[in-house]
């Protein structure tokens, strides 16, 4: 007590000076004894910072640390030294240390230092020059200027830079800062929630992608009820508007045509189509906010068997080809055809298996099949081979006009749709492998940006993807070399490339 009432009435400049920094930036830490301080500039860029893991064998690194670097000192980077990319808005903070020596603030300088975990040592090194100058030209009382200069030349310094990591792990720990940073933000601001219409805390509600927030208890009622029903098409932000948009956009996407029109590439169909509205992390993050262990296993395993269903429904509509009855009299049961290679088939309600092509109880390959007529590799009739035969065609050729001839121009051209669109399913549903369970507790677990480190959404077990092996927090796993997934931090799944369209057997005309 008496040393700060000595301080209050203290009257040396120094001691002032510390007391009306710390009056401002409640966050410097002073010790007035030793008229010191340290005070962390923050790093937040409001526009967003590109940051990337590049390889490490990129020729513009040196052992040096993280990186930052102003694009003149970057060698051209070709993107496939890339590895992954992320925009943050918070970099970890700039730590000013200082000391009021003597003879400060006419005679002598301050005594300070800059440090930062992503800066290059050159722009440090140019700040402390600059610092030092501001002094040299005012000679008087700098702490406040020196710390608002650092806040404003810190920003500017990076919007033209990059940040460049070959370290996973540092690269990974600056996601995980900014992480950190926005949900503390989130959690300081106040919410009014969609559904009941109170007010509260971020920390005890959610916001969706589209920014619409909602309290935990509103979303926890709303999801796990929809879930229990098995309205898988609800599961979603329940705001109004974002309702109608995905209503609409499904509508949208139930036409073959509007895949066709819009020619997409493999990748968005997957997001369309195969990626739930709402992802396992922040479905388990609403349903773990008031339910137990055990509900919110159940309700995420629930959620994936519906979501499934659900879009072998959507598929098999636009592409009636991917389904069949079973032929069993009383089972009715529609079944979608994952690989159309497979003519075996088997009914996931009363287990028939059977032939595809000539519907009898399921046949060896060596025995002949009776192929019905509107069964085995066709589109509306147009078997595959005549449809492949007629892509290889020279556009006018006068094989092209026999076959269009032959099926009908409009039955040609739909077919081709078919086939076509079906090849992209085909090799959607073999990359279809971006869900894993956790080999802790088994839960589903998306694999979200490329990287084969997982983390486990509901008991944080970190794990590899590619191996299922339970991992430490880092990333030994990939970066030593007697690991069995050395340097495949981001290699991709396997079987991507190899499956296609070779029909197994042959398409026998009979
Ligand atoms: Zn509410
Ligand atoms: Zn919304
Ligand atoms: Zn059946
Ligand atoms: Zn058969
Ligand atoms: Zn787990
Ligand atoms: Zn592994």
Not at 255 to 284: C, D, G, K, Q, Y
């Amino acid at each position: 007590m008496e040393a700060e009432d000595d301080i209050e009435f203290s009257d040396d400049l120094r001691t002032q000076e510390l007391q009306s920094v710390k009056t401002i930036y409640p966050g410097c830490r002073v010790d007035y004894q030793a008229l010191s301080g340290a005070i962390e500039v923050p790093l937040k860029i409001e526009l967003g910072i590109e940051i990337k893991l590049v390889e490490p064998d990129t020729p513009s690194q040196g052992s040096d640390h993280p990186v930052l670097k102003k694009p003149s000192e970057t060698l051209s980077q070709s993107p496939d030294q890339v590895l992954t990319k992320q925009t943050v808005h918070n970099l970890p903070p700039i730590t000013l240390t200082f000391c009021l020596p003597e003879n400060y603030p006419y005679d002598e300088a301050p005594a300070f230092t800059i440090q930062s975990s992503v800066l290059s040592k050159s722009i440090t090194t140019g700040l402390t020059e600059d610092l030092l100058q501001m002094w040299n030209d005012y000679k008087d009382q700098i702490l406040f200027n020196m710390i608002d200069f650092l806040m404003e030349r810190a920003q500017s310094e990076l919007l033209v830079t990059t940040v460049d990591f070959t370290d996973p792990e540092q690269y990974y720990n600056i996601i995980d800062y900014n992480k950190t940073v926005l949900q503390k933000e989130f959690d300081m601001q106040t919410f009014t929630c969609e559904i009941c219409q109170e007010d509260y805390k971020g920390s005890v509600c959610l916001e969706f992608e589209c920014r619409h927030a909602f309290c935990n208890q509103c979303l926890y009622d709303y999801f796990s009820s929809v879930i229990t029903t098995g309205e898988v098409d609800k599961v979603h932000c329940p705001n109004f508007e974002c309702t109608k948009k995905f209503v609409e956009t499904r509508k949208e996407y139930s036409n073959l045509e509007t895949w066709m029109e819009r020619n997409f590439p493999v990748e968005e169909i997957i997001n369309v189509l195969l990626t739930p509205s709402i992802s396992l992390a922040l479905l388990t993050k609403i349903l773990k906010s008031h339910g137990t262990p055990e509900e919110v296993e159940s309700g995420i395993k629930r959620y994936q068997e519906m979501f499934k269903k659900s879009q072998y429904e959507f598929i098999g509509n636009l592409l009636p080809n991917r389904l069949v009855d079973c032929p069993r009299t009383g089972c009715s049961e529609v079944i979608f055809r994952k690989d159309l290679n497979d003519k075996l088939v088997v009914c996931p309600r009363c287990a028939y298996a059977f032939c595809n092509d000539c519907q009898n109880s399921w046949h060896a390959r060596f025995v002949i099949c009776k192929k019905l007529a509107d069964k085995g590799n066709n589109y509306l009739g147009v078997p595959v081979d005549d449809i492949e035969y007629y892509l290889l065609l020279e556009k006018d050729s006068y094989e092209r006009k026999a076959l269009r001839s032959k099926y009908g121009r409009a039955r040609m051209k739909r077919a081709i749709d078919e086939f076509q669109m079906d090849q992209l399913f085909n090799k959607m549903l073999h990359e279809d492998k971006s869900v894993v369970a956790c080999p802790n507790c088994e839960i589903g677990i998306e694999k979200t940006d490329g990287c084969n480190k997982m983390k486990c959404s509901q008991c944080l077990t970190n794990f590899c993807f590619l191996c299922g092996e339970i991992i430490g927090p880092n990333y030994d796993h990939f970066s030593l070399p007697d690991s069995t997934c050395y340097k495949k931090l981001f290699v991709g799944m396997a079987g991507a490339e190899e499956d296609h369209l070779n029909p197994i057997g042959v398409l026998d005309d009979d």
